[in-house]
């Protein structure tokens, strides 16, 4: 009997969790699994919503950590995790993703012994100044057992000498959640109640796109222009809430025609808000993933991605911020007839819990 940690901190985290979770408690002959939240992400809409919309079971542990610069949210994490491990003695602990909790959680765990493996490892955009670049290229370096959900990924952690036997491909988690909550997304009457037919999604909220006004400025000003011909549905996250408040031309932005600001959505809602979409305008890389399993095509409001093979192999379009480059990708995307021909990534099944469950064995 294995006994986990599973460690979840901010939204992305919490529909890589759900499936491993789940997969453990169908083999509770052979694992324990308990779920620690570190309270990185703390409001209902990027966090209880996820809880019940996943079907993820409640915390045993809350960390309460909450936001503060990197520095602080990560110590914070660090020294209220350490008397959680060392009093669980846990035989795993699994981090996921690239936010600060993961890199807190696996620098905790290396330094007490106790094993940790890391799920979405490998991924690289290469610019460093991208907070979770330096989340995934520290916690790759410390865990036990690198799990990773494409073979580039692979490469990349063998180019950094990683070792082959703390490497296992084993396919993209989060993709087990879409494909098991898709039916019950399609059942959310979110379409209906803000009366759309067609319609285009943005997300924001890079750093690198929503703290600089300028940029910020220019993003919502090619969206205006996009709203024109298609409305343009925009769920705010609250980092770039507090960004578009801080505008001097909120007011103008936020009535324009063609362009509705709503609330972070549950996972189902927003799942049934992409999934009938005609295009995603993203600059998260968990979009770039789903859309490119669905077949919807995305525009990348970034100059990289740490997911080429969405480029390669899925809908996903990397055309950075400049916003006449945005329009004009738009519009071309809308224009065309039929959805953009588009291939799944092998092992973006459905079934990738169970493998990672496999590797711990
Ligand atoms: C974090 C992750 C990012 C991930 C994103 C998804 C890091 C370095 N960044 O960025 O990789 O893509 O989550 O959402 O770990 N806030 C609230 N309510 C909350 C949480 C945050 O209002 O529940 C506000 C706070 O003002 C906070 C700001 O949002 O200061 C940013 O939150 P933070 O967790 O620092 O970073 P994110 O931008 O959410």
């Known amino acids: 009997m294995?006994?986990?940690?599973?460690?979840?901190?901010?939204?992305?985290?919490?529909?890589?969790?759900?499936?491993?979770?789940?997969?453990?408690?169908?083999?509770?002959?052979?694992?324990?699994?308990?779920?620690?939240?570190?309270?990185?992400?703390?409001?209902?809409?990027?966090?209880?919503?996820?809880?019940?919309?996943?079907?993820?079971?409640?915390?045993?542990?809350?960390?309460?950590?909450?936001?503060?610069?990197?520095?602080?949210?990560?110590?914070?994490?660090?020294?209220?995790?350490?008397?959680?491990?060392?009093?669980?003695?846990?035989?795993?602990?699994?981090?996921?993703?690239?936010?600060?909790?993961?890199?807190?959680?696996?620098?905790?765990?290396?330094?007490?012994?106790?094993?940790?493996?890391?799920?979405?490892?490998?991924?690289?955009?290469?610019?460093?100044?991208?907070?979770?670049?330096?989340?995934?290229?520290?916690?790759?370096?410390?865990?036990d057992l690198l799990l990773t959900p494409s073979a580039d990924a692979d490469k990349n952690l063998l180019a950094e000498g990683i070792p082959q036997e703390r490497i296992r491909l084993v396919g993209n988690v989060m993709i087990d959640s879409l494909l098991k909550h898709l039916p019950r997304a399609r059942e959310s009457n979110i379409r209906q109640d803000l009366n759309l037919n067609e319609y285009v999604v943005i997300t924001l909220h890079r750093p690198s796109n929503v703290d600089d006004p300028e940029t910020l400025k220019r993003i919502l000003g090619a969206l205006e222009k996009i709203g024109n011909r298609i409305p343009v549905i925009f769920p705010v996250h609250p980092r770039t809430r507090k960004m578009i408040l801080e505008l001097g031309s909120a007011d103008r932005v936020v009535n324009a025609k063609g362009l509705l600001f709503i609330p972070p959505q549950g996972y189902l809602d927003f799942l049934s808000l992409y999934s009938g979409a005609r295009l995603v305008l993203t600059d998260s890389g968990g979009i770039q993933e789903e859309t490119t399993v669905l077949g919807i095509p995305c525009l990348t409001l970034r100059e990289n991605t740490e997911r080429p093979i969405t480029v390669e192999k899925g809908t996903n379009k990397i055309v950075g911020t400049d916003p006449e480059k945005i329009v004009n990708e738009a519009f071309a995307a809308l224009d065309e007839e039929s959805k953009t021909t588009h291939r799944v990534p092998p092992l973006w099944d459905g079934h990738t819990a169970e493998r990672i469950l496999e590797a711990l064995s």
């Not at 966090?47 to 045993?60: G, I, M, N, T, V």
């Not at 765990?109 to 979770?132: F, I, N, Q, W, Y």
Request: with cysteine; net charge negative; aromatic share 6%.
């Open 2 to 143: 294995l006994k986990v940690i599973n460690v979840v901190g901010a939204r992305p985290n919490f529909m890589k969790v759900a499936p491993i979770v789940e997969a453990m408690k169908r083999r509770e002959r052979d694992f324990a699994p308990l779920v620690v939240h570190t309270g990185q992400h703390y409001d209902a809409a990027m966090s209880d919503a996820f809880f019940r919309d996943l079907e993820l079971p409640q915390p045993d542990v809350y960390l309460d950590v909450g936001s503060a610069s990197h520095a602080l949210q990560t110590a914070a994490v660090m020294e209220r995790f350490e008397p959680v491990v060392l009093q669980e003695k846990p035989d795993w602990v699994i981090v996921v993703g690239d936010v600060n909790s993961t890199l807190a959680c696996a620098l905790v765990c290396v330094k007490l012994g106790v094993k940790v493996a890391h799920v979405e490892a490998g991924l690289r955009s290469r610019d460093r100044t991208m907070p979770e670049e330096i989340n995934r290229l520290l916690t790759d370096q410390i865990a």
